[in-house]
């Protein structure tokens, strides 16, 4: 794939400059993440206030993240054309945009379309920030960089949730979208300000007409059935099956075409390279089992042991606190030491707070739901920085912004992977444990006569008692299918760790975005 030559890079920033530029990135990163998870707990508000059923509603998630996916890997193509300067901040522009039309959507239908704007405009705005920010920083401070970067990253899915759920409320849902524009504006404006005069080199390339038509289409199919398979009986569906045979196809023309074409919109190129491909499999299929697991664990203590949306984001939130503290640690020390040594600590840390949280029953109590989430931020604060190290470790800078959108688009693909398959594994696995506890009551159980007897003595009739026992046999069934999906996760994390040991080391005294470790 044709370059551009590229003149001397810009001097790293200091002083002043260096930390509202680290500030600026930083917010949009998180805005971009937050809009990904803050619309989740407000759906049933969003479906009522505009006349529509929640399941009609939750097109609103799947708009944005359909779009977002699309857009993510044309970033290095969109980067050439424009310079990464120039992106960032019309993305960033664009998507406040967006964010204001969708608060003022009058119908469902208009919010779809403002969604589908906003993650479209979203997608070059993590991969850039990522570039910008470690053209920011001299080569040795490039952890430090990625360190901070990757803090915003982490944080903003567990903050979504319950920032969205407050908003909603406290004020009204349009608020989740209407807080984007002062973040956006300053966000903007300090990018600008700074990151004006060191513009990268641009070159005009032909537009890949049918390698963008291609992923197009097979992202949005894949992205689709991810997000209704769940509801439509995965390949039960007629519909599902279209799409996963349209995905399929569409996918397979779409490598074959990448990989012949003069000047693909998807550098797919960079699968060459082991580092590459090696960190962007453990990071997605790290990723969609965290993921799939961030969903899965507000929705058991809510729906099972009683949580109020803003008590299960409590539990989630200590997540941050050791992540916060120990990833300025592990900037500082991730050009000296192996990143895979960083990656193996934090699939051993996931490994144990899964496992950890696989002993969970009915009767936890909050200290040991909080236990495990504390732990895990150790793990986050190891997990991210070295991979994404292995992951353009070798690369000119150039070509950042096509593996970080590569690497990004992956993620966030296997996140919705993730998503999937838990929730469908959870309501599976729970009528298969529902059959099981129900089959060993009988009028013939003491322990069922009595607990009957007991609710009826209460004042409970038959049909109340019956369904009260019901909703027992759910509470425990639910619960036992969440241990089975914490022990798998366990041993996911530890397979992982073989898997990060098939990339090449990088050299510890050079830099981790140049090392030649490819």
């Known amino acids: 794939m044709s370059t551009p030559s590229a003149p001397a890079a810009p001097a790293p920033l200091a002083g002043t400059a260096l930390v509202l530029g680290t500030i600026a990135l930083s917010l949009a990163t998180f805005m971009n993440v937050l809009d990904t998870s803050i619309a989740n707990v407000s759906i049933p508000a969003i479906a009522g206030d505009l006349a529509v059923s929640p399941d009609q509603g939750t097109w609103v998630i799947t708009s944005f993240s359909v779009a977002n996916a699309i857009s993510l890997p044309l970033t290095g193509w969109l980067t050439q054309r424009f310079g990464q300067v120039r992106l960032f901040t019309a993305s960033v522009l664009l998507f406040i945009v967006a964010s204001f039309l969708c608060a003022l959507a009058p119908t469902l239908s208009l919010l779809i379309v403002f969604r589908v704007l906003q993650g479209a405009v979203a997608g070059p705005m993590i991969p850039l920030s990522q570039s910008l920010l470690l053209s920011s920083y001299p080569k040795e401070r490039a952890g430090s ?35 984007n524009v002062p973040v956006g504006l ?7 300000f700074i990151y004006r005069d060191r513009e990268t080199p641009t070159v005009k390339l032909p537009v890949d007409v049918v390698g963008l038509s291609l992923l197009v289409l097979w992202v949005g199919a894949l992205q689709v059935m991810l997000d209704k398979g769940k509801d439509l009986d995965w390949f039960g569906s007629s519909f599902i099956v279209a799409l996963a045979i349209v995905s399929a196809l569409g996918f397979a023309l779409f490598v074959v075409w990448e990989l012949t074409d003069r ?30 697991n961030l969903v899965l664990l507000p929705l058991w ?41 960083f990656s193996t600590g934090a699939f051993a840390i996931f490994a144990l707070v899964f496992y950890l949280r696989s002993r969970f029953n009915t009767t936890a109590d909050l200290e040991t739901l909080l236990i495990p989430t504390i732990i895990q931020g150790a793990g986050m604060a190891l997990f991210f920085v ?42 599976r696995r729970a009528s298969l444990h529902h059959a ?25 009739g038959p049909a109340q008692g019956s369904a009260l026992i019901n909703r027992m046999i759910d509470q425990q069934a639910f619960t036992m299918s969440a241990d089975d999906i ?18 090449r080391p990088v050299r510890q005294a050079a830099s981790p975005v140049i090392a030649a470790a490819d």
């Open 436 to 460: 099981q506890l129900a089959e060993r009551i009988s009028p013939y159980d003491p322990t069922a006569v009595q607990a009957l007897s007991s609710l009826h003595a209460g004042g409970v």
């Open 301 to 341: 203590l809510q729906q099972y042991m009683g949580y109020p949306a803003t008590m299960a984001g409590v539990v989630l939130a200590p997540v941050g606190f050791l992540a916060i503290l120990l990833m300025p640690f592990v900037g500082r020390t991730v050009h000296r030491v192996d990143p895979r040594l």
């Open 186 to 192: 300053v966000a903007v404006a300090a990018t600008w």
């Open 486 to 503: 914490f022990l798998l996760s366990s041993g996911v994390f530890l397979l992982l760790i073989g898997i990060v040991w098939l990339a």
């Open 145 to 179: 960089a990625l360190a901070m970067w990757a803090i915003t990253t982490l944080v903003a899915p567990v903050a979504g949730p319950l920032l969205g759920g407050w908003i909603t409320d406290n004020i009204s849902w349009p608020w989740i979208f209407y807080i």
């Open 386 to 427: 070295p991979l994404v190290t292995l992951s353009i470790s070798g690369l000119p800078p150039t070509r950042i912004p096509s593996a970080s959108g590569l690497f990004n688009f992956a993620r966030i693909t296997a996140g919705s992977f993730g998503t999937s398959i838990t929730t469908t594994w959870w309501d």
């Open 263 to 292: 000047h693909p919109v998807v550098d797919l190129r960079l699968f060459r390279r082991r580092n590459f491909w090696t960190s962007t499999l453990a990071m997605s299929l790290g990723y969609g089992v965290f993921f799939g």
